[in-house]
């Protein structure tokens, strides 16, 4: 088969990509901007261009797969529609290629890509195996696809853009957040969590639904009490069907079927103790990780457990999971500088990320620099991102990241910085950065968000190698 892909530098775009290639297939595609991720396509003999120029379609595509992020305004996308090529969502190719196979699924409007990669590594160590479309590059695999046609099993990250996760029909599935997001394409937060409900039901009853503490209705046992504080979030609860076995877990109460206590840190490694439903597993060790991903390695436990790993193998996973490029990605730890570099873009993430930089050095001066992501999200969420970052001793802020859309009239990062109520920040390009950095002398540096700020990334961590 000849497949063409529109986006195909995207993250779940280029798993796809890289899995039709593998399976010897002919694999080209279109791309805004070349990034380290189109190079390695380019090197693993996928064919790349990237100007919208419909002339530098190959000739004989059996099918174009596209993502919704490619604006339907583009010339080749436009060409190709009329051309009468079959076209395929993303999210579509991938509901065909995990039916058949027992799909574990992960959702959430944040943690989603962690769960997923610790699962699909923690099966990976094992002769149960899988395969895997993952939302990040793992550090382990060096890679977001992983292929193995003897399990059934077979680990993605369910994306709720566009509501692409209702593609998925799985046999595990896990939900991590529900906290609104993608309102430019729900419009309201209700719409959200019923896009949520439906993924939530769509899960074979012979498997289960793995639900982060808080998100279904029936974990919550002290309605009574406190009814007046509780409405609202009542309202936001998702009602599962009474056929699908539902397991809920967390990192903060000890209410749920999973949870984790005793966390502690000792030297940059997070300890703490696991409680199934059985038993509990003392002293599991997370390396270079963050408290965050406490709550991911409970609900990746919980999956695996089910999955039928033993209690050893689940140590020896979580303890050498490396993690995932541009997730709490620590780049430089030397005596006198730590460089971590994460994508969060929300402001709970941007929160969760600065919350764990605080816990695991408590005592040192920390330097962010955030790249705001969309004028939407930005006009949405200004008051948010501006409390997230206020834990931060100096911030920096640079341009909006324009993605998918136009510009909004008043919205823009100086509009952010003018409601910050500290001296120590800053409004810069990209390229003033590594100088700002160094001239601010920091303990930590973290860079956040999921534009292009990646770039930056190689010259900061030679900048403060250097140091």
Do not use: W
Not at 102 to 119: D, F, R
Not at 410 to 435: E, H, W
């Amino acid at each position: 088969m000849n497949y063409y892909f529109l986006g195909i530098g995207g993250i779940g775009m280029s798993a796809l990509a890289r899995f039709f290639k593998l399976g010897g297939n002919t694999v080209s595609g279109y791309d805004r901007t070349p990034s380290p991720l189109t190079s390695q396509l380019e090197a693993e003999g996928i064919s790349i261009h990237y100007d919208d120029n419909p002339d530098l379609i190959p000739d004989g595509i059996d099918l174009v797969v596209y993502t919704p992020a490619v604006p339907k305004d583009t010339r080749e996308f436009q060409h190709l529609e009329q051309s009468g090529v079959p076209m395929k969502k993303r999210s579509q190719v991938l509901g065909e290629l995990t039916r058949g196979k027992k799909c574990i699924a992960v959702a959430g409007s944040h943690g989603k890509t962690t769960t997923s990669t610790m699962i699909a590594y923690l099966l990976s160590k094992t002769d149960i195996g899988c395969s895997a479309f993952l939302g990040g590059i793992s550090k382990n695999f060096d890679s977001n696809l992983l292929v193995n046609n003897e399990s059934p099993y077979v680990v993605v990250e369910a994306d709720e853009y566009d509501r692409s996760f209702l593609q998925l029909h799985p046999y595990y599935s896990v939900i991590t957040a529900t906290d609104p997001d993608h309102l430019d394409i729900y419009g309201t937060h209700e719409n959200l969590i019923q896009a949520f409900q439906q993924f939530a039901n769509q899960t074979n009853p012979e498997g289960a639904l793995f639900l982060k503490e808080g998100l279904a209705g029936h974990d919550h046992h002290h309605h009574d009490e406190d009814e007046g504080e509780d409405e609202h979030e009542h309202e936001h609860h998702l009602k599962i069907s009474e056929e699908i076995k539902c397991f809920s877990y967390s990192a903060r109460s000890i209410e749920p079927d999973f949870y984790a206590i005793n966390v502690r840190n000792y030297n940059g490694n997070i300890y703490f103790d696991l409680r199934t439903p059985d038993k509990v597993l003392y002293d599991i060790e997370l390396q270079n990780s963050c408290l965050y991903n406490v709550e991911n390695a409970v609900a990746a436990s919980a999956v695996a457990l089910a999955c039928g790993l033993d209690e050893y193998q689940l140590r020896y996973g979580l303890k050498t999971f490396a993690g995932i490029r541009r997730r709490f990605d620590v780049r430089v730890k030397t005596k006198d500088v730590v460089y971590i570099d994460d994508y969060a873009h929300h402001p709970k993430e941007i929160a969760a990320t600065i919350e764990s930089i605080k816990y695991l050095y408590p005592d040192k001066r920390i330097v962010g620099i955030f790249q705001p992501h969309l004028y939407t999200r930005t006009r949405d969420f200004a008051d948010q991102f501006v409390d997230a970052l206020k834990p931060l001793d100096e911030i920096i802020l640079m341009p909006i990241y324009p993605a998918r859309e136009k510009p909004i009239p008043g919205i823009s990062s100086g509009m952010l910085l003018r409601k910050m109520d500290t001296m120590n920040k800053y409004l810069c390009s990209a390229d003033q950065v590594p100088d700002l950095v160094e001239a601010l002398c920091p303990d930590v540096v973290v860079t956040l968000g999921a534009g292009d700020i990646d770039r930056l990334v190689p010259v900061l961590e030679q900048r403060l190698k250097e140091e």
